[in-house]
């Protein structure tokens, strides 16, 4: 049963990689569906959060322990038993339905899904310059696709047993503090503000975030 949703809002331009290129094109492809939509896998954004999680946990004075029992029934550990794995479950981030449904209609009026890639995506070019000469380096232009501004992306987690509200409480903290994704994100791409939201769509993230790191 899905509880909550993360919403991903694009601030910069991004690319969601698949380690793969198409040859005489572009080094490096988003990862999309058959239908030419791109989206971030699940389990990519679970391990962003993860990671975002264990950052503001490391941060703690007091209670670190206490946080790092419930970011481990959130998000498992590696090795996990059936008893000690991930109460939580994270769908692929995917372009709101509406929008999704609206190109479909489209798409009967034979708009192929490459034609609905390059609608939403554009190719950027980058060299490598050397430093001691200041001009790029040979065979060192690689070209990426990525996924333009300002585009929303909603991924739903799935619960296996309802989560306390100290377990939303970091999983807001972990939502507010991811702000790059994709390939790219050390380098200027991949820019995002993130909000989770609540079965109402309603943003619930500063809601929960003021519990974070508070035991009472």
Known sequence: MSIYRIQIK?????????????????????????????YLR??????????????LIATLQTERQHWEHLAA????VAGSTEHKMSIMHVGDACLPLDLRTAVALQSTRSITSTEILESLTTIRRQTAIACETGVADHNSLRSARVVLRDLCF??????????????????????????????????????????????????????YLVGFGVRG
């Open 73 to 76: 029934r959130l998000f498992g």
């Open 42 to 55: 699940g389990r990519t954004l679970k391990g962003l959060l993860s990671e975002e999680c264990d950052n």
């Open 10 to 38: 694009l601030l910069s331009d991004t690319t969601f990689g698949r380690g793969d290129g198409v040859s005489g094109l572009i080094d490096q492809e988003v990862e999309h569906d058959s239908d030419g939509f791109p």
């Open 154 to 207: 909603i991924a739903s987690l799935f619960f296996d047993t309802q989560p306390t509200e100290e377990m939303v409480s970091l999983l807001a903290a972990g939502v507010a503090a991811l702000r790059r994704v994709g390939s790219g994100r050390n380098r200027g791409r991949g820019h995002v503000q993130c909000q989770l939201l609540d079965s109402s769509d309603e943003r619930v993230t500063q809601k």
